[in-house]
């Protein structure tokens, strides 16, 4: 299945070139796989998430991660359970517009 993307102006990896983050250490916005140590959680949610909120290319950032089914990292300001959890909501939301049950 798959999706549309709310807005794509550029190829599949152009709007990267816009990207706020671009140079700045990826640490921030990848802490090690997909869980989160305990001193870590919080600060680093909020500061990559304080970073993405002012990116020109949110949307098309976090439709690259979700597309893509990206495990791990802040992607268009949505961390790891978050971008799960609205995958899955896509997902339902797709089966419901095609005619299927939730
Ligand atoms: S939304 Fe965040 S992670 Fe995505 S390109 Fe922009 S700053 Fe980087």
Redesign the pocket.
């Known amino acids: 299945m798959s999706y549309e993307p709310r807005r794509r102006t550029y190829g599949d990896t152009d709007?990267?070139q816009?990207?706020?983050?671009?140079g700045?250490n990826p640490e921030i916005?990848f802490w090690g796989g997909t869980k989160w140590s305990a001193d870590q959680k919080g600060a680093d949610r909020t500061q990559?998430?304080a970073?993405?909120a002012?990116?020109?290319?949110?949307d098309?950032?976090?439709d690259?991660?979700i597309n893509n089914n990206i495990p791990a990292?802040?992607?268009?300001?949505v961390d790891e359970p978050e971008r799960a959890s609205l995958r899955r909501r896509r997902l339902r939301d797709a089966r419901v517009a095609a005619g299927g049950t939730r």
């Open positions: 709007w990267m816009e990207a706020v983050c671009r700045m916005f990559a998430k970073i993405c002012r990116c020109p290319v949110r098309e950032c976090l690259y991660a990292g802040t992607w268009g300001g």
